[in-house]
């Protein structure tokens, strides 16, 4: 055959279909390795062709004529860099299709977030890493009180502390009345017993201003400054940072733990928190706090933050709605990650007028735009 009579240099550039099949296992590793580095180059070529119609837009750091000079000098089959090359060929080839995925992620986020006041972020629950973005600097800057989205905390901290059974249930009261403040639940009139894990689901205040009274009245504020509710994220420069005061009533405890009173926070520091439960998610070490993420997970699977659930993917997250520091009009936050079992990313929405139900509702098709383009 042509190819057995070719040198090795020739036969590096044949297309792999055209090589014999070697018998002896020195060849047939030289015959993989051929096929391997003629795929690597096939990829990052396709990955060139892309660029250059992108008009040179392209991954930062990306030498695009040091690349080209490299394939118009060919890949030799040495030993000593051949598989060195054909690495870097597909590390190219992986940062753009990262690239590409956080392109798409952005463009998402720009045509949901362009008519809204708030922001929106996307993080990289691996490296910490922002992927997207909508105003960080509203994200940094903005102090809110954070409403039901610290529930999952006030569990977490119940949980650990065995102060509460997860499997008993609280009767789910209504009117709701704390400190003269009215507080119903916004869950179906029908939901009227829940465990720890529906509490979260169905985000009810009844339950979480019930067992809220186990803890003193200092054990929460200490809980939310533990959390980070009071420190810069770190992930950008000039952060605005939270605050928490003492609550002196049992009233006041039961309001904070529902993130009504004596708390607010950054929607960078939310983010961050919630980052923090993804990581404990991908540990799960301490089967006490399982309670919490199952709740989290049935709040998208069919509880109020049903508006996040992504297509293709699962996802588990907390809506929150509270009024303006100054104003009675409300805001709307949902905190989360994907995927529900091995979060991958955390995602936050905070809309400046309007309720978590509206922020889930956009935290579901960014969550889809990710994992159809990852």
């Known amino acids: 055959m042509l190819a057995e009579r070719l040198s090795s240099a020739e ?111 996307v993080l990289d629950v691996a490296s910490g890493k922002i992927l997207a973005q909508w105003h960080l600097n509203v994200a940094a800057q903005r102090l809110e009180q954070p409403g039901s989205t610290v529930k999952p905390f006030v569990l977490m901290e119940l949980l650990e502390k065995e102060k509460i059974n997860p499997d008993q249930h609280v009767i789910c009261h209504r009117p709701l009345y704390i400190g003269g403040k009215r507080m119903d639940c916004s869950h179906p009139a029908s939901v009227t017993s829940l465990d720890a894990r529906d509490a979260i689901a169905y ?15 200092g054990e929460l504020a200490e809980m939310y400054k533990h959390v980070g509710f ?55 070490e301490d089967l006490r706090t399982a309670p919490v993420f199952d709740g989290l997970e049935r709040a998208v699977k069919y509880g109020v933050a049903h508006g996040a659930q992504p297509i293709g993917t699962t996802a588990a997250g907390k809506t929150g709605t509270a009024a303006g520091l100054k104003t009675p009009a409300t ?34 098709p960014v969550m889809t735009a990710w994992w159809k383009s990852r």
């Open 11 to 121: 036969r590096s550039r044949l297309p792999y279909t055209h090589l014999p099949h070697p018998r002896s296992p020195a060849k047939q590793i030289r015959y993989t390795r051929v096929i391997i580095v003629n795929l690597s180059k096939s990829i990052a070529t396709i990955f060139l062709l892309g660029f250059a119609l992108c008009g040179g837009v392209g991954p930062p750091g990306l030498d695009p004529a040091a690349l080209s000079q490299g394939f118009s000098q060919g890949l030799p089959l040495a030993p000593s860099n051949s598989t060195s090359r054909a690495a870097k060929l597909v590390e190219v080839a992986l940062d753009a299709h990262a690239w590409d995925t956080t392109a798409s992620l952005q463009t998402e986020i720009n045509r949901l977030m362009t008519s809204r006041a708030g922001a929106a972020v």
């Open 331 to 364: 805001h709307g936050f949902f905190v989360g990650y994907a995927p529900a079992d091995k979060p991958e990313i955390v995602v936050l929405v905070y809309l400046e007028h309007g309720r978590g139900m509206d922020a889930a509702a956009i935290a579901g």
């Open 203 to 217: 985000s009810c205040n009844a339950y979480f201003a019930t067992v809220a009274t186990r803890l003193s009245l």
């Open 230 to 284: 009071t420190s810069p994220s770190g992930l950008t420069d000039n952060e605005a940072v939270g605050s928490i005061s003492a609550p002196a009533d049992q009233g006041q405890l039961q309001l904070q733990a529902l993130g009504e009173w004596g708390i607010e926070v950054t929607p960078l520091e939310l983010l961050a928190a919630y980052h923090y439960l993804a990581r404990q998610k991908l540990k799960s």
